[in-house]
């Protein structure tokens, strides 16, 4: 199966799609690591993705697609895949639905896991000590959740028309987010 994951930049997607990976044999396409590969490689991308971030935009359509469909192509990962933060807009959900189309594949279910701004700016602070991400800020927190949420809105519409969306509480624990995403997975 291929199944994307939905939530605001902090809302706890790559640690949901680690979880999703170990348990059930998958492989995460998360395009914030694939971006944040380039940046830290100091390419000539990689220094315009660091540009088009730190103003709390989001990067281009066109990269992006490209760096999914080396994955999609990929046998070793047919139906296997997790994809984490992509898509973020119509147009790269309907290009996504046409790259699978291309190799045989579909998406077989959309999770969105659900998290307020206050929860976000407060995740965000804990990992600032952590990690020390070069896109973690509350300014830039807050444009990228309200751009988030303003483009991702359509794109939570289309899949729910296609029967496919599951919204998951995101302000839990993490093993109890981990048990409901592991019941919508068993469940297909």
């Known amino acids: 199966m291929n199944l994307v994951i939905f939530g605001p930049p902090g809302a706890g997607k790559g640690t949901q799609s680690k979880f ?70 119509l147009n790269q959900a309907k290009n996504l639905d046409n790259l699978l189309k291309k190799y045989k594949q579909r998406i077989d279910i959309v999770l969105k896991l659900s998290v307020s701004l206050e929860t976000i700016k407060k995740r965000i602070s804990e990992r600032l000590g952590l990690e020390k991400r070069f896109d973690d800020n509350e300014k830039i927190a807050i444009r990228r959740f309200e751009t988030y949420e303003k483009s991702t809105e359509p794109v939570i519409e289309y899949y729910k028309k296609l029967n496919l969306l599951k919204v998951v509480d995101g302000e839990r624990p993490i093993d109890q987010i981990n048990d409901e995403i592991s019941a919508i997975i068993s469940a297909i």
């Open 20 to 89: 999703i990976v170990e348990k059930f044999n998958m492989f995460q396409l998360s395009t914030g690591e694939f971006l944040r590969k380039e940046i830290s490689d100091n390419t000539k991308l990689g220094k315009k993705i660091s540009s088009v971030i730190n103003s709390g935009e989001l990067v281009s359509d066109i990269i992006v697609s490209d760096l999914i469909e080396k994955i999609i192509s990929n046998s070793k990962y047919q139906n296997r895949i997790v994809f984490d933060g992509y898509p973020r807009n």
